[in-house]
């Protein structure tokens, strides 16, 4: 059941949920004010206003810089790589696979990491602590990392050594022999299959011979009430506190022809069936419930009681389903019939932001946030990634609708072989099957043909700071003629004279 709910997991939330990762940074121009905004068929793109500015040349580059925030945003091909970050750290992945994160003070570069999964590692910083260096399986130093301090290795399985605070753990020919302690309470040792012990004195004490048909041993020694275990693999498994409190049986383990166990402190009980086939376990500390009617209903619901954090998932016939998580920085609700729909909110708290997106694959597509919104036809991916509908979308779309924080409507058709830009003072149209192009504003105007091999525009600026004033209107506003003034442009061979 694990490995089904992770295929499905991942199949719904590869490209959604990296979205989610970027923090609420935006990755197109967002703003109540004017954007200057130029297209060229599918193939290009760019926006620009105060203190924003967005390139996209699809599929192959995309670029977004936001100064007011210091962030920038880099793509190529997306997802095969994207690059984002601020003056404070700088991420970017090939793949999701070759991986390299920074971080910075105001002076210099501090720390990072450069990472090919799971070939090579490599920690930089200007703190000894942080520089490390892993070539698996040849030789490599790695620091915290899966819950140790450090860990070595050479010709990996062959050495392998870890550490955590005084614990030191040794390994030749992992995990067939290990051996380890703190040279005070905790002792180590394992030589598979014969014989195992990992011993801390007032902790636990686990024992296996001949493993893993023997196990047996005793854990919470430091509580009220201590628990024993033993399993003759994989026949038979059990579990029970020293008062009665709590038990746990298992026939055939893991399988679990059939298990049952209880907690009366923390009011736990868990009951399988045929392992896969029917699952049922609650608890309340932590908050935990679960059905499973396999192939028929799935239900899982973690986190905390009075529901201040919980993660939830059910699924219906495998394929239908939603999934559900409530934090302090995000609420987020996925609803989906796989391939075909899928219904996607997000609420992120701190920035008091909702989005909305859902895809009729392969039909229609949709976003919403705040007061901006779209539409597409068709919908041809089918997983949910709003950034890849932007950057690979035009080339399947036979319709397509905006409308933008400033009020800006944009509306197009056949792969924006035409499209019009417009709102009250604002009119900008894209014929490319006349081959022509029209923009109209209180403070511009511009018509060419063919992308701007040939044509004629006009800009007003301000005669003191030389600003075009469609990017500053209500600045406009204030000036005199005698304050203003026009520059007239001749367009030949996409170049402006």
């Known amino acids: 059941m694990f490995f089904l709910r992770f295929f499905l997991l991942f199949f719904v939330f590869l490209f959604s949920e990296n979205q989610d990762l970027l923090g609420r940074h935006p990755t ?6 004017p954007i200057d905004y130029y297209e060229f068929l599918f193939l290009y793109d760019s926006s620009q206003s105060i203190e924003q500015k967005e390139i996209v040349i699809h599929p192959f580059y995309s670029s977004y810089q936001n100064h007011e925030r210091a962030y920038r945003f880099y793509s190529f091909l997306y997802p095969l790589y994207y690059s984002h970050g601020t003056n404070y750290w700088n991420t970017w992945t090939f793949l999701y696979l070759l991986n390299k994160d920074e971080k910075y003070d105001q002076i210099e570069k501090t ?41 070595r290795y050479v010709l990996f399985p062959l050495y392998v050594s870890w550490e955590y605070r005084n614990y030191r753990g040794y390994s030749i020919l992992w995990p067939l022999t290990m051996w380890g302690g703190d040279g005070f309470k905790r002792k180590d040792f394992r030589f598979l299959p014969f014989y195992s012990s990992k011993v801390h004195e007032g902790k636990y004490n686990r024992k296996t011979l001949l493993w893993p048909f023997f196990q047996w041993g005793w854990d919470g020694l ?43 402190v923390v009011n736990a009980f868990d009951f399988k069936f045929l392992w896969i086939l029917f699952q049922y376990s609650r608890s309340d500390r932590p908050y935990l419930r679960r059905w499973v009617f396999f192939p028929f209903y799935v239900h899982h619901r973690s986190g905390v009681k009075d529901i201040s954090y919980y993660k939830e998932t059910n699924f219906y016939f495998i394929f239908w389903g939603n999934l559900k998580t409530e934090s302090a920085l995000i609420q987020s609700n996925y609803r989906f019939f796989l391939p075909f729909w899928y ?7 701190q920035e008091q932001v909702e989005t909305i997106s859902w895809k009729l694959w392969p039909f229609m597509s949709y976003w919403r946030e705040e007061t901006s919104f779209g539409w597409r036809v068709l919908a041809l991916w089918p997983l949910p990634d709003d950034y890849f509908e932007k950057i690979w979308g035009n080339f399947y779309s036979l ?31 894209n014929l490319f099957f006349l081959g022509f192009h029209y923009k109209s504003n209180p403070y511009q105007w511009k018509f060419t043909f063919l992308g701007g091999l040939l044509g004629i525009s006009k800009t007003k600026y301000s005669k003191r700071e030389r600003v075009p004033l469609y990017l500053y209107p209500k600045y406009g506003a204030l000036l005199t003629d005698e304050e203003k003034e026009t520059d007239w442009d001749l367009h030949f061979l996409w170049l402006r004279f």
């Open 399 to 429: 319709i397509e609708y905006q409308r933008f924080e400033n009020n800006d409507r944009y509306l197009s058709f056949l792969m924006r072989i035409m499209s019009f830009r417009w709102n009250r003072d604002y009119d900008e149209w």
């Open 343 to 349: 219904h996607h909110y997000r609420y992120y708290q």
């Open 222 to 264: 430091d509580k009220k009430e201590p628990r024993s275990f033993f399993m003759f693999f994989p026949f038979y498994a059990q579990k029970r506190s020293q008062h009665g409190n709590m038990y746990a049986y298992s026939i055939l383990y893991p399988i679990s022809l059939i298990s049952w166990g209880e907690d009366k």
């Open 111 to 151: 720390e990072g990491e450069l990472v090919l999964t799971p070939l090579f590692y490599w920690g930089y910083g200007n703190n000894p602590k942080e520089r490390f260096f892993s070539f698996f399986p040849f030789f490599g130093i790695l620091k915290d990392k899966v819950s140790w301090e450090e860990i």
């Open 28 to 33: 197109s121009v967002k703003t109540e004010g």
